[in-house]
């Protein structure tokens, strides 16, 4: 079992940026990715980025274009994205995830989710 829990969600103005932090626990070493997800109300669950946990190797969502970037640190079992020049079509509440599968930009791939922290881009 591994459990995540996300912060650093809040209330920013456009253009502006956040960190959001994702703590891991439990069986972690069972890892092979970690994802962050976004859901704005209304939509379905949305791929944000992942990493490979072994070598860092990142991969995004067409929509983040430079603007975003995932990051993780082994020795504290921590998944990060720091989200810069957001607008107001990044509120969203955003979620951690993590999969010892292959498939890693849909939802279903993964198999652990935190709680999710939420993000509001005013204009």
Not at 87 to 116: F, M, R, S
Request: charge should be positive; proline fraction near 2%.
């Amino acid at each position: 079992q591994v459990h995540l829990i996300e912060s650093g969600g809040g209330l920013v103005q456009a253009g502006g940026s956040l960190r959001l932090s994702c703590a891991a626990s439990g069986h972690t070493f069972r890892m092979g990715y970690m994802g962050w997800f976004r859901q704005a109300p209304g939509k379905e669950r949305e791929f944000v980025a992942r990493i490979r946990w072994i070598d860092g190797t990142t991969y995004y969502g067409d929509f983040v274009k430079g603007r975003f970037t995932i990051s993780r640190d082994n020795a504290k079992d921590m998944v990060y994205l720091q989200m810069n020049s957001l607008k107001p079509e990044d509120t969203a509440v955003y979620y951690c995830a993590a999969t010892n599968g292959l498939t890693t930009i849909h939802p279903v791939g993964y198999d652990y989710w935190g709680q999710g922290t939420q993000v509001t881009v005013s204009s």
